[in-house]
């Protein structure tokens, strides 16, 4: 007769066997790993450090090159507003939550605040000083006249600039389209009726949201 292997041997055996397959698991999980890291760093070597000094910097902004020297830490806003005269961009939060500096790059609404200049490179850049052409607005910048879409006007460029990328990709929005592309832009005013209503006429669309406009303290 076969003699009995104690509960406590057998246990011991299957630890130690479990664990010599983990270590050679894990040995053979770092050689690959190192190998793939070899793969990546031949196909893509590391771009070449940056600053800290000033850098040049060539930045295409409504369709003209510009050369600047910039630190690498500068942002898209504070390019435009400090080293170009560009100062339709405008700074409030400089922490992604206002949308004040909203510019388009590649016609996609951006927050420059939030964009290295540098990453900007090689980009179409349009800010609210690229829409008009000779003088001519665009119909959704009249629009927001038109609907007395602004009080102070500090939120404008980035509402106008909102609504614009709306419009290229959806020339016919709804209501909640247009509340929706502007839900990154705050306005403390309260314009947000007179904007809905400027982006539906910028579209050709009818005005259907009530706006009550407010005259020395009575509702018209
Ligand atoms: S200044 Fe960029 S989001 Fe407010
Ligand atoms: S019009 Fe003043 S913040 Fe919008």
Do not use: W
């Amino acid at each position: 007769m076969k003699p009995k292997t104690p509960a406590s041997a057998s246990a011991l055996d299957r630890r130690s066997f479990l664990k010599g397959i983990g270590t050679s698991a894990v040995a053979v999980a770092s050689v690959q790993v190192g190998a793939m890291a070899d793969e990546i760093n031949k196909a893509a070597p590391a771009p070449a450090l940056q600053g800290p000094g000033a850098v040049p910097v060539s930045l295409t902004i409504n369709g003209e090159k510009k050369d600047f020297q910039l630190e690498p830490r500068v942002t898209l806003l504070d390019a435009l507003r400090y080293f170009s005269p560009l100062t339709g961009t405008k700074e409030v939060c400089d922490r992604a939550t206002c949308g004040a500096c909203s510019v388009l790059i590649d016609g996609k609404l951006t927050y420059s605040c939030m964009k290295l200049a540098i990453d900007a490179q090689g980009h179409e850049i349009t800010t609210i000083e690229g829409l008009a052409k000779d003088g001519q607005l665009t119909p959704v910048q009249q629009a927001f006249i038109d609907c007395d879409a602004l009080m102070c006007g500090f939120c404008t460029p980035g509402m106008v600039l909102a609504t614009t990328a709306l419009l290229a990709e959806n020339p016919k929005p709804t209501v909640d389209d247009v509340k929706r592309a502007c839900s990154g832009n705050l306005c403390r005013c309260g314009t947000y009726p007179h904007i809905l209503n400027a982006a539906l006429k910028a579209s050709g669309q009818a005005v259907t949201e009530t706006v009550t406009v407010i005259h020395h303290g009575s509702v018209a």
